[in-house]
C-alpha cells in the first residue's frame, strides 16, 4: 500500500465538497436518496474516532460499501443514540439497561459474517427457560457480541440480516433469546410494540413461564 500525502486527501475531500455542492445547487433527486437520520447520527456520534475508521475502510476499499461485513460498531452508538433517535426506535427495559447495555456502553462489536443462519424454536405451550433450552436441543446460550452483532443485523440491517443470517423479524411475533451475560444466563425477549421494537431481559428461569408462541432464535451451536 503507497501512503497517501495531505495534498492527496485534500483533493479528495475537496472533490466531495464539489460533489454534494453540486447535488444541493442542481436540486438533484439523488439528495432525496440520502437518510438524514444517518447523516445526524453521525454528527451526533461520540465516537469519532470509529467514524473515522470507518471512512478509511471506505477509500481503502475503492470507495464501495461492501466493506460492511468488515465493519465494526460501538454498542453505545447503535442501542443508545440510534435507538433512540433514528428511524427504528426501541423501548428498552430497565434490567435491559442495567445488565447489558450501560455497562457495555463503549464495547465494540465486530459485525459478523461468519455466523452461519439462525435457527427458530417456537414454544409449544407455556413452557420455563430450561424447558425451551431442552426442546430446541440444548443449543446454549449466545455470547454477549454474537447477541449484540445478531439484534444490530436483525433490527437495524434486516436486509443485510436475510443475507447473512438467513433470517427476518416479523412484527406479529414474539422472539426470545438465551444470552451469557458476565457468566449470567439472561432471557431476553424482543417484540413489537406500536411504533418501535421492545428489548425486556429477565433471569432465566425467574419463576415464570414464557407464552406458547414465542419463537427462541438460537444457532446450532452457541456461538463465540
Known sequence: MKPTSFKQ????????????????????????????DKIQEA????????FFDNLIKFINNGC???????????????FR????????????SGNTEDWIIKPNLKRMVQVRNDLGNLSEYVLPENMDDTRIQEGAGNPGCMDLDTFFCVSYLLI???QLAKQVLGYELKKDKWYL???????????????WSGDEWDWDASDFDDGGDWDAGYVLLFFATAKK
Not at 16 to 29: C, D, P, R, Y
Not at 43 to 50: G, L, N, V
Not at 64 to 78: C, K, P, S, T
Not at 177 to 191: M, R, T
Open 9 to 36: 486527501v485534500g483533493a479528495f475531500l475537496t472533490m466531495l465538497q464539489t460533489l454534494f455542492f453540486g447535488l444541493v445547487i442542481n436540486n438533484s433527486k439523488k439528495l432525496s436518496e440520502i437518510d438524514g
Open 43 to 50: 454528527i451526533d456520534a461520540e465516537d469519532k474516532e470509529t
Open 64 to 78: 464501495r460499501f461492501n466493506y460492511i461485513l468488515a465493519n465494526v460498531f460501538m454498542v453505545g452508538d447503535i
Open 81 to 92: 443514540q440510534r435507538a433512540t433517535k433514528g428511524d427504528t426506535r426501541m423501548d428498552i
Open 156 to 158: 437495524f440491517q434486516p
Open 177 to 191: 433469546f438465551h444470552v451469557l451475560v458476565n457468566g449470567k444466563k439472561v432471557a431476553v425477549g424482543l417484540y
